[in-house]
């Protein structure tokens, strides 16, 4: 009986499983604005534009952003682009981040681009997401709680030994029942 008991349980959680939601996954939208033309610098043009490289570092929770040479940035994924944003898509729940941005040009006549100085820092927390319950109890019942009617009867339970009839309490049957509806 116990045996079967455990098979209802291991079925009813199996059935369940199937239904899970996701943990939810979070993203860091990242913006700002183009650098100004000055006398030095003609600015981003048609002929000359600009790309944009966004560096990243995760942070204790609550700290001051390291200074872009004090801390060890790394490029966040795939960044280096004309847009002026970026979604950081590789975020970990929980997790506090510092970012900054860098304008690269290629002015010619050089062929690799110039980059400039970091912008000034942003952070940001990501949410933790929260914890799981504790696992379910499960507690096999005299009485069926099932509602409605059934199409067809119940086959008699039973056993994995030669198919002999089980003694298994009839509400553990019905609570697989209801399950797979």
Do not use: H
């Not at 000055?38 to 790309?51: E, I, K, L």
């Not at 204790?60 to 979604?87: D, H, K, R, V």
């Not at 997401?129 to 067809?152: R, Y």
Request: aromatic share 4%; glycine share 6%; with cysteine.
């Amino acid at each position: 009986m116990k045996r079967l008991i455990l098979l209802a349980a291991t079925l009813v959680l199996s059935v369940g499983c199937q239904a899970q939601l996701p943990p939810t996954t979070w993203q860091v939208a990242v913006t700002w604005q183009a650098p100004q033309a000055n006398t030095n610098w003609a600015g981003c043009t048609a002929q000359n534009p600009c790309t944009y490289a966004v560096s990243r570092i995760a942070v204790a929770s609550g700290t001051i952003c390291p200074t872009p040479s004090g801390g060890n940035y790394a490029l966040a994924g795939n960044s280096a682009s004309q847009a002026l944003n970026f979604l950081d898509t590789a975020v970990t729940p929980g997790t506090s981040y510092c970012y900054l941005v860098q304008t690269q040009q290629v002015i010619p006549p050089a062929t690799q681009p110039a980059t400039s100085s970091p912008s000034n820092t942003a952070f940001i927390a990501v949410p933790a997401n929260p914890g799981p319950p504790t696992a379910p109890s499960l507690t096999p019942s005299t009485q069926s709680t099932q509602t409605g009617s059934v199409e067809k009867p119940m086959p008699e339970p039973t056993s994995a030994v030669a198919g002999k009839p089980s003694s298994a309490p009839v509400g553990l049957v019905a609570v697989v029942v209801k399950q797979k509806r």
